[in-house]
């Protein structure tokens, strides 16, 4: 059953030889220097261009940069690297890539303001808390790389798994959040970059394996090929472990919110014209904006509506239309 799965998606007839995707895809093989000078040029370039993205919330920019950035080369090299059972240097290439990165990032970072607010950015809110959803995606997308590298016929749509995949884009992210010493959006930036690597470096191990590009060495490695599969599963659970648990607690955080909304509509119900237009959590705290023409209800009335619906202990803030920002304290304080 499997080897016929295989045979249709990856049919012999179009399937690239060994030596081939061992060119493309280890900068250490062939002609290194250029290859190498190509990498560090672009990714440079696609770094640059991406903080210009981050910084200006330009989604059409963080697009071109994710099309040109070459990480994912020698992340799939990691991949080839593992199956093949040898060492290809692709490791540390990547690791310094991250950290060229990074520090472009905070370089960049300074053009901002100091009292900025990152999460009001979208392309930087987008990348600091993520899920579940985007290890599954980020492994379906891997699945595509791997495949459109080991087909002749498919290659055409590597430059949308650039895209899907999101690498210089969080590490940017978490560069800008370091340059403005905001610990936790950068944790988060760099969660997701690491789930995105481990996607594809086992996509691309369990693609690679399966075409028989390992065999031999598997057969001279023994045990410590399958130690590789169990080294990379490792490391899976842990990326997945706090993927699932933050998307838990965003889960239960967009409870919370709608709860919160559902209590500030009720709480407005007999002024005229009064409205809840949104609700948001930002730093533990829930903000309330609501647009009145009068003057607004006792706050303390809101408190004791969230009371039972939401944990107590979470501060509430009003933000009116008219430029007034309430305090209204903790809920069951």
């Given amino acids: 059953m499997i080897s016929k799965v295989r045979a249709r998606v990856l049919p012999a007839s179009q399937r690239r030889p060994l030596h081939e995707l061992t060119q493309d895809l280890i900068l250490s093989s062939g002609d290194t220097t250029s290859k190498r000078s190509a990498f560090w040029t672009m990714l440079t370039l696609a770094s640059i261009i991406a903080a210009g993205g981050v910084l200006t919330d330009s989604t059409a920019t963080v697009i071109g940069a994710m099309i040109i950035a070459p990480l ?9 690297g593992s199956v093949q059972r040898r060492r290809t240097g692709s490791a540390m290439v990547v690791l310094l890539a991250c950290l060229l990165v990074i520090v472009i990032g905070m370089v960049m970072s300074v053009a901002l303001p100091k009292n900025y607010d990152l999460l009001s950015n979208s392309q930087i809110s987008s990348r600091t808390s993520p899920g579940l959803m985007d290890l599954i995606a980020a492994l379906a997308t891997g699945l595509a790389g791997a495949v459109a590298l080991a087909r002749r016929d498919v290659a055409a749509v590597l430059p949308g798994v650039a895209i899907a995949i999101s690498l210089v884009p969080p590490l940017v992210v978490a560069g800008v959040c370091l340059g403005k010493l905001s610990g936790w959006p950068a944790l988060g930036a760099l969660a997701l970059f690491v789930s995105n690597l481990f996607a594809l470096v086992f996509a691309g191990m369990v693609v690679f394996a399966s075409l028989g590009y390992g065999t031999e060495a598997d057969r001279t490695a023994g045990r410590p090929a399958r130690s590789a599969y169990a080294a990379m599963a490792l490391l899976f659970v842990v990326v997945l472990v706090p993927l699932t648990a933050n998307t838990v607690a965003t ?23 009064a409205s809840v237009t949104s609700v ?7 903000y309330v904006h609501v647009r009145t023409p ?39 304080g």
């Avoid at 994912?72 to 080839?80: Q, R, V």
């Avoid at 948001?280 to 829930?286: K, P, V, Y």
């Avoid at 009335?301 to 007034?324: F, H, N, Y």
């Fill in 72 to 80: 994912s080369t020698p992340i799939m090299g990691i991949a080839l």
């Fill in 251 to 273: 889960l239960l955080l967009n409870a919370w919110t709608g709860r919160t909304k559902e209590a500030a509509e009720q709480w407005l119900a007999d002024e005229p014209d």
């Fill in 280 to 286: 948001d959590a930002n730093s533990r705290t829930m």
């Fill in 294 to 332: 009068g003057e607004l209800p006792p706050v303390q009335s809101l408190l004791d509506r969230l009371e039972g619906r939401i944990p107590d202990g979470i501060p509430v803030v009003v933000d009116a239309s008219r430029g007034w920002r309430i305090d209204a304290g903790k809920v069951g």
